[in-house]
């Protein structure tokens, strides 16, 4: 217990700590303070849930990773990207009207979220984030973006909708402004905020201009005595939150299963490519299965202590590093700077505006919009630009777990499609280059009278394996000399399943019956004790192999001198 206890990151990063850190790390952690309050209340707010349990999913999860965490420097709490997600699969299980109800289910959602991270990097299962390839990324982010600004934009104006899905807010909104709804002196303060984060981000960037926003806005509104005038934010309960579940029964949690999954996934995503991306820039590698579990454990620590799911943070994170953070001890003082804020000044959010609060969360969704990616996609393959768009789509219109799930199905249908129809080519000798060279690309090369080179660049399963034998065959039926040797380069085929082993078998039936043989050149081993596993070794024995295309040619070329020593690599 003890020896487990000693390798946990934070424990490892104290014992190794140098003094001289320790300024800048508390500079660092309180500077980082001015973002994680408002930062946080505004992504509770734009999950459905009330300001302050952002504060909790602050606090209990910035502690939590820096015991457990392997990055020095990741900052991690309530995220823009997840907002939409935790508010899609709380508020349809919530009573209406009851924050404590919706409070419950986003905690028991950040308990399951983290468990599916624990076991995750238990069983090593990093590589699942592949799933979520770029164009996916890029898609779910932008329409993330526009999700967040549209479900913000009452807010920042002053008024209320009462609509589902992203057309249906859009045409609650539209209705709203034709009616006159605006309450000018809640747009006034939104719009204020919204000036002053922008402005001063772009002209005076070493300013927090999310801090002087929020701080301006309540003390405007206390000293004019606005409070009952606008929406606001309200005063923080008192106290530190403890554990609480009431009111949610076993077929609700249920139903967060497959949410949680989804959130997961995504979170573990977006602090997979940040952690990595920090580590690269410090020169230290950051291990993924333990990234997945300290992920979950500060997921655990947010579920038990009043708050909901929670990633790193692509915002705070570079405020952190920016402001000469050396470890998770700049963390820890952010937490703890919270924390004082919530025992000891919990009513100064009582003059806070709805509106600031909104403007701040509006700037924060600009940053996931990458309207230069997709252009920059569109130019380099339609394909993935097309995934992109169908992410997009789905998350905007069908919903954001909904969306997410078919993003990925059509993912899958894409890797099948390049694998079910994949470049092939015949293979030629060219006067200018060594080697052997596709003859679409080279239509001066030399065929070698009697035999056919091809080459198949993909795995052969059950999608492909007909296409390869009939390509094949429809090579050997255009050549123009009688054929006597088919060579399949065999290296881009990586994989090979029984039905592909059938067409394969079908495909030397046919050859043979011709009287032209079939073989194979520079496959690899694991392929090789493929065919020997399905019961092909005598079939293709020995000597069908060649550990290059060369040696092939060579064998092809001396077939009529004595009987060629083989030239086979059988451990390739």
Known sequence: ???????????????????????????????????????????AEAAGLPAYAGLYATIAPLLAYALCGPSKIL???????????????????????????????????????GAILLLGGFLNL???????????????LNAIALVVLIGQLPKLLGFSVDASGLLGEIAAIGRALAAGEIVPLAAAIGLGSLLVIVGL??????????????????????????????????ALPSGVPLPSFGGVDWGEVGRL???????????????????????????ENVDGSTEMKAIGVANVASGLFGGFPISASGSRTPVAEQSGAHTQVAGVVGALAVLVFVLVAPGVTAYLPDAALGAVVIVAATALVDVRGVVRLWRMSRVEFGLAVA???????????????????????????????PHRAE????????????????PDGQRIPGLVLVRFDAPLFFANGEIFDSYVRSVVDRAPT?????????????????????????????????????????????IKDSLIRFGLGDRFDAGHFFPTVEAAVEAFEHRHDAAPEHRGDENR
Do not use: C, N
Request: proline fraction near 6%; glycine fraction near 10%; hydrophobic fraction near 55%.
């Open 1 to 43: 217990m003890r020896a487990a206890w000693s390798r946990l990151p934070g424990v490892v990063t104290v014992r190794a700590y140098r003094r001289r850190w320790l300024r800048e790390d508390i500079t660092a952690g309180l500077v980082l303070t001015a973002l994680l309050i408002p930062a946080g209340m505004g992504y």
């Open 482 to 526: 009688p054929t006597e040797w088919v060579v399949i380069a065999a290296e881009p085929i990586t994989g090979l399943d029984t039905t592909a082993v059938d067409e394969l078998v079908d495909l030397d039936t046919y050859l043979e019956g011709r009287g032209i043989r079939l073989a194979f050149a520079e496959m690899k081993g694991p």
């Open 75 to 113: 900052v991690l709490g309530p995220d823009s990207s997840l907002a939409p997600l935790v508010a899609a699969a709380v508020l349809p299980l919530a009573v209406a009207d009851d924050p404590d109800s919706a409070l419950a289910l986003a905690g028991v959602l950040a308990l399951l979220v």
């Open 257 to 283: 299963v497959g949410p949680a999954a989804g959130i997961a996934l995504i979170a573990f995503a977006d602090t997979g490519v940040l952690s990595r991306t920090f580590a690269a820039r410090r020169g």
């Open 201 to 234: 981000r772009w002209w005076l960037p070493m300013i927090p201009g999310v801090l002087v926003a929020v701080v301006a806005a309540t003390a405007l509104v206390a000293a004019a005595g606005w409070s009952d005038a606008i929406g606001m934010v309200g």
């Open 391 to 421: 992410a997009f789509l789905g998350v905007a219109l069908v919903g954001v777990l909904q969306g997410i799930l078919v993003a990925i199905g059509l993912s899958f249908v894409a890797v099948i499609a390049r694998a079910w129809q």
């Open 126 to 140: 990093g590589f699942v984030t592949e799933l979520l390839s770029k164009p996916i990324r890029l898609g779910y």
């Open 427 to 442: 293979l030629v000798r060219t006067p200018e280059r060594a080697g052997f060279h596709d003859i679409e690309r080279h």
